[in-house]
């Protein structure tokens, strides 16, 4: 039974960091991909990043440019973990995170329903 345990969220102020971590059972983080989601109150889940079997990464290209290079996604295969580096955190980033675990993807990675399993979500909440 694959099981998805995220953790590291909390409240930090604007201009702060965060680590999420997502602690994968029942299969290897390196033996499909991994991704996070974030969920907004009132907006709906949206994808922000994937990193494939093959070690390729995808962020979300729609983010607007105020969100590129702040968030990194990355694994570390011998704690079967996978992290989500968050820095310069603004409000708008204030959201549920979840980590998403699917197959081999070659494409697609935003859409949910080519995940299997799913967390149960770690809150961020970001104070201006």
């Known amino acids: 039974q694959v099981q998805l345990v995220e953790s590291g969220g909390g409240l930090v102020q604007a201009g702060g960091s965060l680590r999420l971590s997502c602690a994968v059972s029942g299969r290897t983080v390196s033996s499909g991909t991994m991704a996070w989601f974030r969920q907004a109150p009132g907006k709906e889940r949206e994808f922000v990043a994937a990193m494939s079997w093959s070690g390729g990464i995808t962020y979300n290209a729609d983010f607007a440019d105020s969100a590129k290079g702040r968030f990194t996604i990355s694994t570390d295969n011998a704690k079967n973990t996978v992290y989500l580096q968050m820095n310069s955190l603004k409000p708008e980033d204030t959201a549920v995170y979840y980590c998403?675990?699917?197959?081999?993807?070659?494409?697609?990675?935003?859409?949910?329903?080519?995940?299997?399993?799913w967390g149960q979500g770690t809150q961020v909440t970001v104070s201006s």
């Open positions: 998403a675990a699917g197959r081999g993807l070659v494409g697609g990675f935003a859409l949910e329903k080519l995940y299997d399993y």
